[in-house]
Each structure stands twice: as structure tokens, then as C-alpha cells.
């Protein structure tokens, strides 16, 4: 067992900094717990610094090495066992099945990421040979290829204690593309991370990697992650968390002198649309479906389906109304979430537009939400923008359409959303307009299904268009997710010797490069 020290973790050396102190809080027994001191500007400092000078031996590690230390991570944190999903689950309320699973997530997305840069083709070589016959100007001899952009400062996510924090997709994406990382810890599941930086020190140790490839900053305040995305050393950002905090660290790093990607994932209500023939014979089971992808995680996941667009339906909001009343009541993450979990359900309780269709009880202090359904009008949901706010909890508004011309209203008025989902098995002419609205609006547009339960994949995108994500060309989640943190660098008339084996023309590494436009694995 690891007993907890409350320490911040910088380059191989646990440190107690001089910051205010802090607690994480179990929202079961909602009481405090482990003890933590903040750190600061030094910290800051020392971990950038270190990053720095790591990043000059890391970044010209060959794809065997990186994808060993990303194995090792993922060895040493299942290695953690059962104390990992105790102390997580006393973090969180998540419970042990949902973060069983969201390790098995974490360390599939490691080795998935340790078996990318192995094969090494994630690097998109590409190689235009000379033509110095070429009239009426020669042309040059152009390699490129992906390199890593340097130290990544990730923020921990409150809901995704694993897979989106410490060790999760943001670091494993930025390591794998041949850049240290620095943590700025989530502050609601310190513990956690804690135990994560004991994973990671201990891979990287066993691998004999540079120190400064990996700090962890633990702190509560917004003065920590501010410094560390001001600092000259990042140079560039993985955040997960709400679209405040996002863009306000979107604008800390465009004030810089020298500006740097943020790479921030944020708020979304992703929709879901039925067609009205479909709603009439799938009532239920569509209600069902939305009800169970409403609580899962007692609704704290981006993906959450925050409204269902369509038109009026008896059955289907008898039935939502009864799935969600009766599913149990989930615990919420910490009291700061259902705070403001708690301001959105009263905002649109007292809405005069808006009715709540199963009101139920939700005491100031209580950390389980009850499961809601609201409804409103199309004409009342576009007349008012902040009924496409995002309630983060397990919150839907059933949105009531006169008419398929308003549902593709109400498609057309969304701002940018990370997913869309449509049922419309009986409404294929409605399906076709609305993907074609629905694809300029999000990232990913899902059919006869439900938002939550991201697949961790290379087709999978996880980012849409503003205020989804800070970058709509992205993705978090999937193998994708590497190009994010790394640039692309051309060679031009260089010589074979101070090319990387990408780029050479017997091609070392035997990996699929763009030669003069065809796609092969030849030697030039
Ligand atoms: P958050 O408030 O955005 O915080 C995430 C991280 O960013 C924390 O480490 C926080 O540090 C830091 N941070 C936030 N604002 C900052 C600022 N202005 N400057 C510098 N650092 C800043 O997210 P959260 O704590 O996870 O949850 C709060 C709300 O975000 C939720 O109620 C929910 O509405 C939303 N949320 C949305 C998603 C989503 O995927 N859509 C996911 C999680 C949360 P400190 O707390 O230490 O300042």
C-alpha cells in the first residue's frame, strides 16, 4: 500500500510546497479527507525547467522506447490494484464498476498509443524527390514528417479521474509524441493522482527515461494553472473541464508573448432528434435508451444528451418521465459540481417557459440529483439562448417541435456540439437533412444510438466546433488524439545523414510513407 503524502511530484522528487492547503472530499460520507498543500510559482518553475532539458533526450527516443515506457505505465498502474480503485471511488462516488472500467479504458488507451509510435507511421512521412531538370525553376528535395512540439502542461478532469487525468489520454497522447508532461492535478480527486504520479515515477524509472519527463502539480485555485500555461516552457495545453475554464485559459495562452495551442475540451448538450413517424413506433424504447444514457454517470460526462428535439409525443414523455423517476439516483462528483448542478435546475424550474416534467426534491448539501426530464416549446427554445446552456448532471429538456421544418429550426439555431444523435429509422428524407446541418455542427453525428460510451478508437472523434472544443480539427480521444501535441517539420535538399530514419531513403523503420504522392513502404 502507498500511503498518501499530500506532496506535488517534480522530476523524479516528491516536494511538499508552501501553498495554501487543501482536501479532497467523499460525497458519500461528505466529509473531508486526504490533505494537500498547493503549489506555486516555484513549483511551476522547477517542473518547466525540468521539462525543458528532458525534452532535449526524450524527443530523440525511437518509437521502441516510448511505446516501452507507455506499456510500463500501463503495467504499474494496474499494478496499484485495488487501492487505486478504493481511493478513486472515495474521490468520486463513482463507484468500483464504472472505475474498473474506466481503468481498463486508461491503460488500453496507453498501450494503444505505445503499439502507434512503434509502428511509427503516426509521424505522416511524406517525401517529394528532386526534379533538378525541373523548367523553369529545379525542384527541391522536400521531407516531412511530425515532430513533438515540446513539454504539454494536461489539466486533470473532475469526471474522468482516470482516462482524463493524470495518466489518461491528454498525457499519454503528449508522451507518445515525444513530449514530457506536466499535471496540473485535478483538485477534487488528489489522491487519485497521487497514485498515478507513483505509476508513472515507477515506469519511468524502470525505462530509464530523463526525470523531467513528468511532474505532477497538485493544487486547488486558478493561480497554479494559470502560471503553468503562462510559463515560456509549455508549448501547448490539454485541458478537459468547463468551457469557463477553458477559455480562460484559451486567453492566458493567446496573451503570451509567444502564444501556444490550448487544446481544451468543454461544455456540450449533444442533441438528439427523432423523427416524428419514428417517435410514434419507437416511443418507448427510445425513451429507454435516452433515460440510461441520461444517468449514466450520474450524467457528468461530456456526452451526456442534454436535449431530445422533437414533436409531441404522449407516450414518449410518459415514458421518459417514468424511466428517469424510477433509475436510482447516482452521487454527484464534489460539492462544487452540484452546486452548480443545483443553480441550473432551479433556473429552469422557475423558467416560466419551461416545465419540469417529474420535479423532485433536491436539497442544498445533497450530492444525488434526482434524474430530470424538463419541456419546452421550439418556439421558446429558439426565442431563449440559455435554454442550450449546458446543465452538467443528469438533466434533459424534451424539446416539443410543431413540425419537421422546426426540428431542422431547432438543428440549424445550435452552437457547436461534440456530438448529434438521430432516430429516424421511419423519417430517412428528415435523417438526410438533418445529418447535413448536424455534420458542420459537431464531431461526431451518431445514428439510432446514444452519445455516452465514447469508443476509444482511431476513427473516433472526440472535439467540435466552438465551445465543444477551443480547436475544432481535433480530437481528445483515439489514437487521433497524438497529432495534437506534435508539428510538422519539412527537410528541404538534406542530406541523408541529418535526416531522421522517417525521412531516409532506405527507410529503417520499414513504416508506409507518402513518396511522390503514392502511399508505400519501398526504399527510394
Ligand atoms: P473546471 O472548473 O473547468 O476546472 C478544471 C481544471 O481547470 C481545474 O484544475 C481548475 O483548477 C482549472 N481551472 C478552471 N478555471 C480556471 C481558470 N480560470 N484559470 C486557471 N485554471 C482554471 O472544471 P471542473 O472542476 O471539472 O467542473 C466545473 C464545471 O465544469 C462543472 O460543473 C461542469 O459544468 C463543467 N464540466 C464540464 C465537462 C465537460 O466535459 N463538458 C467536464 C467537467 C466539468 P482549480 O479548480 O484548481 O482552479
Known amino acids: 500500500m502507498i500511503s498518501i503524502t499530500g506532496q506535488s511530484f517534480i522530476a523524479g522528487q516528491w516536494v511538499t510546497p508552501e501553498g495554501e492547503n487543501f482536501q479532497s472530499f467523499n460525497p458519500y ?61 472515495s474521490e468520486t462516488g463513482l463507484g468500483r464498476v464504472r472505475l474498473t472500467g474506466e481503468r481498463g479504458r486508461t491503460c488500453g488507451q496507453l498501450r494503444a ?19 533538378p531538370d525541373r523548367a523553369p525553376v529545379p525542384k527541391p528535395d522536400l521531407r516531412r514528417m511530425l515532430l513533438g512540439i515540446g513539454p504539454v502542461a494536461v489539466f486533470g478532469a473532475s469526471n474522468f479521474p482516470f482516462a482524463f487525468s493524470v495518466a489518461g489520454g491528454d498525457t499519454a497522447s503528449a508522451l507518445a509524441a515525444g ?33 523531467g519527463v513528468f511532474s505532477l502539480l497538485q493544487g486547488a485555485g486558478n493561480e497554479l494553472g494559470a502560471a503553468l500555461v503562462r510559463h515560456p516552457s509549455v508549448e501547448a495545453v490539454g485541458f478537459t473541464g468547463s468551457e469557463s475554464g477553458g477559455r480562460a ?54 456526452t451526456s444528451p442534454g436535449l431530445a428535439v422533437s414533436v409531441a409525443s404522449e407516450a414518449f414523455e410518459t415514458a421518459l418521465k417514468d ?35 417529474n420535479e423532485a426534491g433536491f436539497d442544498a448539501g445533497s450530492m ?3 434524474n430530470a426530464v424538463f419541456k419546452t416549446s421550439a418556439r421558446d427554445f429558439l426565442a431563449d439562448k440559455t435554454l442550450s446552456e449546458e446543465v452538467f448532471g443528469p438533466v434533459t429538456l424534451y424539446v416539443v417541435c410543431d413540425d419537421e421544418a422546426q426540428i431542422m429550426q431547432v438543428a440549424e439555431s445550435l452552437n457547436g456540439n461534440l456530438t448529434a444523435s438521430v432516430h429516424a429509422d421511419e423519417d430517412m428524407a428528415l435523417a438526410a437533412r438533418l445529418y447535413a446541418v448536424l455534420e458542420q455542427k459537431v464531431g461526431r453525428v451518431i445514428y439510432n444510438g446514444y452519445p455516452t460510451g ?22 481528445s480521444v483515439g489514437t487521433g488524439a497524438i497529432v495534437r501535441f506534435a508539428r510538422f517539420v519539412a527537410y528541404q535538399g538534406t542530406p ?29
Not at 476509444?456 to 480547436?471: K, L, R
Open 179 to 211: 513530449n514530457p508532461v506536466i499535471v496540473k492535478g485535478h483538485p477534487a480527486h488528489p489522491a487519485t493522482s497521487e497514485l498515478f504520479a507513483h505509476a508513472i515515477a515507477s515506469a519511468i524509472k524502470q525505462c530509464g527515461m530523463p526525470d
Open 368 to 370: 444525488t440529483p434526482p
Open 454 to 475: 465514447v469508443e476509444v478508437c482511431p476513427s473516433q472523434q472526440h472535439g467540435g466546433p466552438y465551445p465543444a472544443s477551443s480547436m475544432s480539427t481535433a480530437t
Open 29 to 89: 460520507e461528505k466529509t473531508s479527507m486526504y490533505a494537500f498543500s498547493s503549489s506555486g510559482a516555484v513549483e511551476v518553475e522547477q517542473a518547466c525547467q525540468a521539462a525543458e532539458q528532458a525534452f532535449q533526450q526524450y524527443r530523440k527516443l525511437d518509437g521502441k522506447a516510448i511505446g516501452s515506457l507507455l506499456d510500463k505505465i500501463a503495467d504499474e498502474i494496474e499494478a496499484l490494484g485495488d487501492q487505486l480503485l478504493d481511493v478513486a471511488d
Open 249 to 302: 485559459l484559451m486567453d492566458i495562452a493567446a496573451a503570451r508573448p509567444r502564444p501556444i495551442p490550448v487544446f481544451a475540451e468543454m461544455g456540450s448538450i449533444n442533441p438528439l432528434f427523432i423523427g416524428p413517424a419514428t417517435l410514434e413506433a419507437q416511443a418507448e424504447s427510445i425513451a429507454a435508451g435516452l433515460s440510461g444514457s441520461v444517468c449514466m454517470g450520474t450524467g457528468q460526462f461530456c
Open 323 to 357: 424511466t428517469l423517476s424510477e433509475a436510482p439516483r447516482g452521487y454527484l462528483l464534489n460539492p462544487q459540481i452540484a452546486a452548480s448542478l443545483h443553480r441550473g435546475l432551479e433556473r429552469l424550474k422557475k423558467h416560466p417557459r419551461v416545465e419540469w416534467l
Open 496 to 524: 541523408q545523414a541529418l535526416l531522421p530514419d522517417a525521412l531516409k531513403n532506405d527507410n529503417p523503420l520499414g513504416i508506409y510513407r507518402m513518396v511522390n504522392g503514392a502511399l508505400t513502404k519501398a526504399a527510394i
Open 113 to 131: 498509443f505505445g503499439a502507434l509510435v512503434r509502428k511509427g507511421e503516426w509521424v505522416q512521412a511524406s517525401i517529394d524527390t528532386a526534379l
